[in-house]
């Protein structure tokens, strides 16, 4: 197995590694450089969504941190249609801005997925007059780099499978999210 990281450094594992079991074992849980202590093993449960389902992500979401099992359902019982998207984000994520023109700034493709219903649901919703919501950054870039043919799409079978590098800044023209719930970012960073 080969995986590229972000500045061109790449890593080869042999066929016999569970690269997975390795990082688990070896690594550390990338907690955000507001948070100023050391990862411990709490922070496995812990710093992470209560809908998060598929790994692949090098961080949590953390908009969505204080959701629980209980409050999606007090929303969704207000009739909020509540549904969820996977964005792996990548490290790129978390390069700061180094350019004088934002415009100049180049992200990392992140693989994303999501159900083919979303966006029909999505064009139902603003017909109706309601507003789309986004939980954080993630949600909103998978969903507006699919929207914004921002995104390389490798199937469409039921699940709508890809990857974006779409990096959304001031005068962006947003086609599906009206609003958005999200978290403390870093002055200069992508977020």
Request: hydrophobic residues 35%; positive net charge.
């Amino acid at each position: 197995m080969t995986a590229s990281l972000s500045g061109g450094k790449t890593a080869s594992f042999g066929k016999a590694i569970d690269v997975r079991k390795l990082l688990w074992e070896n690594g550390h849980m990338p907690l955000p450089p507001y948070i100023r202590r050391s990862a411990d093993e709490t922070d496995r449960k812990r710093y992470q969504t209560v809908y998060a389902k598929v790994e692949g992500s090098i961080a949590a979401p953390t908009a969505g941190l204080h959701f629980t099992g209980g409050l999606l359902e007090t929303i969704a019982s207000k009739g909020v249609n509540v549904r969820s998207v996977t964005l792996h984000v990548g490290i790129g994520t978390f390069r700061p801005v180094k350019v004088p023109d934002v415009e100049d700034h180049s992200m990392d493709e992140e693989f994303f997925e999501m159900d083919v219903s979303l966006i029909s649901e999505i064009e139902k919703t603003k017909k109706r007059g309601n507003r789309v919501i986004a939980v954080g950054t993630t949600a909103t870039r998978t969903v507006e780099g699919y929207l914004s043919n921002k995104c390389t799409v490798f199937s469409t079978n039921g699940t709508i499978k890809g990857s974006t590098n779409i990096f959304i800044y001031e005068g962006y023209c947003f086609r599906a999210i009206d609003s958005l719930i999200t978290n403390f970012h870093l002055p200069v960073s992508t977020l």
